[in-house]
């Protein structure tokens, strides 16, 4: 389940990096600090495109890594 940040968390994070920008379009995605991206989204609106979504890369890879070592171990692997 994803985090999910206050306003004040996020103001705090916005020099943090490992943000992702997924626009719907793989070839268009972006990572960068969460201010970076927000400067994007917001030069897209005023274009009149949708903003995309931004995501917390971190989060996403360890679930995925928990994940994945959840199975090694339903399967017998080895650690």
């Given at each position: 389940?994803?985090?999910i940040y206050t306003q004040d968390d996020l103001k705090g994070?916005?020099?943090s990096p490992g943000w992702a920008l997924i626009?719907?379009?793989k070839e268009?995605?972006?990572?960068?600090?969460l201010a970076e991206l927000l400067a994007?989204?917001?030069d897209r609106h005023k274009?009149?495109?949708a903003p995309g979504l931004i995501r917390e890369i971190e989060t996403?890879?360890?679930?995925?890594m928990i994940q994945?070592?959840?199975l090694w171990r339903y399967l017998g692997l080895p650690d």
């Open positions: 389940m994803a985090t994070r916005m020099k626009s719907g379009q268009q995605s972006i990572s960068g600090t994007i989204t917001h274009r009149g495109h996403a890879i360890e679930l995925d994945i070592e959840q």
